[in-house]
């Protein structure tokens, strides 16, 4: 299979779990989630630790891009393993991985996307870069800091507010768009799309 014919790998970031399912740290679940549903895809086991759905993105046609979108099952700071066995059962190339993810450095809402880089403390993406090396791209979902001196940890591990569950399905929706764009259309012209 050559790299024009290998698909791209999307993998939300999150902690599997009911309890987990409305934490900030699982903006990268509800990223898949929503794409999943836009591809009429349904997600299913994977022997490798993680639930897939296969399929197309894009318009119907030639431009549309072969696509497989994960959530590891395993807890968010072991996902590189998870993430590394799909890439190889896949053979997807490393910047064809997308890691969606929780940012804390960026406003709620706001988007950035990168090609590789550090992990800025992101326990999902250390496991990863560690995994398979850092060339992978990253949408990054602003969750913001928190407020005064709560601890980082306990702050991504916590539901959105009621208030920012008023537009959390805008920002989802505009992430999912944002992941189409890059993986149709280019990193540079997604970047400066959605980059806010």
Same mark, same amino acid.
């Given at each position: 299979?050559? +790299?024009?014919?290998?698909?791209?790998?999307? %993998?939300?970031?999150?902690?599997?779990?009911?309890?987990?399912?409305?934490?900030?740290?699982?903006?990268?679940?509800?990223?898949?989630?929503?794409?999943?549903?836009? *591809?009429?895809?349904?997600?299913?086991?994977?022997?490798?630790?993680?639930? %897939?759905?296969?399929?197309?993105?894009?318009?119907?046609?030639?431009?549309?891009?072969?696509?497989?979108?994960?959530?590891? *099952?395993?807890?968010?700071?072991?996902?590189?393993?998870? %993430?590394?066995?799909?890439?190889?059962?896949?053979?997807?190339?490393?910047?064809?991985?997308?890691?969606?993810?929780?940012?804390?450095?960026?406003?709620?809402?706001?988007?950035?996307?990168?090609?590789?880089?550090? +992990?800025?403390?992101?326990?999902?993406?250390?496991? *990863?870069?560690?995994? *398979?090396?850092?060339?992978?791209?990253?949408?990054?979902?602003? %969750?913001?800091?928190?407020?005064?001196?709560?601890?980082?940890?306990?702050?991504?591990?916590?539901?959105?507010?009621?208030?920012?569950?008023?537009?959390? +399905?805008?920002?989802?929706?505009?992430?999912?768009?944002?992941?189409?764009?890059?993986?149709?259309?280019?990193?540079?012209?997604?970047?400066?799309?959605?980059?806010?």
């Amino acid at each position: 299979m050559s +790299d024009a014919d290998s698909p791209w790998l999307i %993998v939300g970031l999150g902690n599997p779990g009911p309890e987990y399912a409305g934490n900030r740290h699982n903006a990268g679940f509800l990223v898949a989630d929503l794409l999943a549903g836009r *591809m009429g895809g349904r997600f299913k086991a994977h022997k490798a630790r993680a639930q %897939v759905v296969e399929g197309r993105l894009g318009a119907p046609g030639p431009g549309s891009r072969r696509v497989v979108i994960a959530k590891p *099952m395993s807890y968010m700071n072991l996902s590189g393993g998870p %993430v590394s066995a799909l890439r190889d059962f896949y053979k997807v190339p490393l910047e064809r991985v997308v890691a969606v993810h929780d940012e804390l450095d960026i406003d709620y809402g706001a988007l950035r996307l990168k090609l590789g880089g550090g +992990d800025n403390g992101h326990n999902g993406l250390k496991s *990863m870069t560690k995994a *398979m090396g850092a060339g992978y791209h990253r949408v990054r979902f602003g %969750v913001g800091r928190p407020p005064g001196r709560m601890d980082v940890a306990a702050f991504v591990l916590k539901d959105f507010s009621a208030a920012e569950r008023k537009e959390l +399905d805008y920002f989802v929706d505009r992430a999912a768009d944002a992941v189409e764009c890059l993986v149709e259309d280019g990193l540079e012209r997604a970047q400066s799309t959605y980059n806010s």
